[in-house]
DNA sequence: CGATTTTGACCAGCGC
DNA sequence: GCGCTGGTCAAAATCG
């Protein structure tokens, strides 16, 4: 956003500069903080509503936005299979699988993410000898984010969770999750598992299957400011509300006005207004 | 003593 | 309609 050429400038301009880009950072926060609330308000319609009234297998159709990334474990593609080959594929959507690598020996069905989990169940499934653990996070009452873990049939050393919803909350171990937005866990070492660090090596994502997420997630662990954080954050939303075509109208509509708004208020400064929405 | 885990029972979707 | 199966509940047990 900022003008490289403008560092040549004199003394007073380039104050004049850091405080319109101050100014310019100002409105984009309140945007996103805007942007942030209406996009709860509606992932938490499209979700929470009747989304676990059923307490059988419609909680497929749960969105889910969190992505798990960590040295070991890896993301698969958000509509990939699941857990059996033979479910049902069109309301798979968005829901997140993680492996991590364990210590075969390890009976342990534990993912660390940041989050803070309850387990409430645990069940062997036909497909899979190994019992499958069921967790709700038991950070904030109201969250509805669930998840699954299972040992992989084909590979012992390998524990599968399946995430599903969105957390509406931060998680409990900030220094994990620093770079990823609520909703976005990250996994952890198990204690029997092979500690997980803050940094993603390239083997690991060389695993992922699908690269914009890969990319995505590697541009969210070098993130280490707070506007890489909002960028990443919105790249996200944008990535599940482009998809609704009401709320990209409306939101359309909103920007327009706030354009408009902007230019009535700021006459004088049209050229940073465009600088700003040209992005 | 509160939080968490365990575990058997129950419920509901799905296929036949 | 019936049985299989996955997901959830809830009481008891365990843990810190």
Redesign the pocket.
Known sequence: MHNPTHETDQPDDVTEELNRVKWENKKLNDMLTIVCTNYNDLIQRQTGDGL?N???????EIENFGNVIGKNSFVHRCCDDY??PDR?KEFKSNVSRVHVRIDPSDTSLVVKDGY????????V???NPSP???YKC?LAPTCPV?K?VQRSADDPSLLVATYEGQHNHLPSRPDISVALPPGVARANSSPGSTPIACSVSAASLDHMTDPIICSKIQSAIEITENSAIQQFLVEKMASSLTRNHSFTAALAAAITGRILDDVSEDNDDSESNSRVFSV
Request: no cysteine.
């Open positions: 676990f059923s307490r059988k297998r419609k909680s497929d857990w059996s049902p803070q989990w309850r387990k409430y169940g645990q069940k499934t036909r497909d499958r653990a069921y038991s669930k699954k």
